[in-house]
């Protein structure tokens, strides 16, 4: 999805494992799709352009009808169904049973890069959080992705969320994921 944030790096992620890519902007873009990514930038301002662009709906329905979905830090907070501290009125689409902290890292802590573990992988994984969201709940969803021990990563069904962001750390390891989801 290209209405704001950071998609061109993951369209270059995306194409370095082997994807092709089309940039979504209009409902027309949807169609014949495997999977989405909803890039990080800001939830709140992404929300609302996907209105504006007779987006929403469509998206959502998608997605919840089973559209592989990877979802980065804004993205996860638009894939989840509970979100703390967002703007009046912000809801996700619930495509994911877990609950976030828009912002949840606090000021002193905005941006900052950390080794995270992902499951079933003994080498560490580069974390770029930027104003990332906390994952207060990962709810019924499966863990795929911890930091100090706290849920940054999330799948469930065909939808994947991270609460960092995998395009801007230069390891492909979490696109190639996605790619086997979008195959499997
Ligand atoms: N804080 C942003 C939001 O609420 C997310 C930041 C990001 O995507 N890097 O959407």
Do not use: W
């Amino acid at each position: 999805m290209a209405l704001q944030g950071a998609f061109a790096e993951h369209v270059r992620a995306l194409e370095a494992v082997g994807a092709r890519t089309r940039l979504v902007r209009l409902k027309e873009d949807l169609a014949g799709l495997d999977g989405l990514v909803i890039p990080g930038g800001e939830s709140t301002t992404m929300t609302m352009l996907m209105q504006r662009m007779g987006l929403y709906d469509a998206v959502r329905d998608a997605v919840n009808g089973g559209l592989p979905a990877l979802g980065t830090c804004a993205g996860m907070i638009i894939l989840a169904d509970r979100i703390s501290d967002g703007i009046e009125g912000q809801r996700g689409f619930g495509t994911l049973d877990i609950a976030v902290r828009r912002n949840g890292y606090g000021r002193q802590l905005e941006s900052f890069e950390s080794p995270l573990q992902l499951d079933g992988d003994p080498e560490a994984f580069p974390g770029v959080f930027i104003r990332a969201p906390v994952v207060l709940d990962a709810g019924t969803t499966e863990v795929i992705a911890q930091h100090e021990g706290r849920p940054v990563g999330v799948r469930q069904g065909r939808a994947m969320a991270l609460a960092f962001h995998p395009e801007l750390s230069g390891d492909l390891r979490l696109h190639r994921r996605f790619l086997e989801l979008v195959r499997s």
